[in-house]
């Protein structure tokens, strides 16, 4: 149908989109960054 059409053509352009920005290496490296904060959280809970 026409929505489905619709609605996988937005998922594909949604996926392309963040696939370019994953490319980038300035949010690589805030999600990385992110992540060892997140990681550390962790960490610091179980051991607390």
Do not use: M, Y
């Not at 696939?19 to 992110?34: A, F, M, N, P, R």
Request: aromatic residues 0%.
């Amino acid at each position: 149908s026409l929505r489905e059409r619709e609605r996988k053509a937005l998922a594909n352009h949604i996926i392309e989109r963040v696939k370019v920005q994953l490319e980038d290496s300035t949010l690589q490296q805030k999600i990385l960054d992110q992540s060892i904060i997140d990681l550390e959280r962790i960490v610091d809970a179980k051991s607390a």
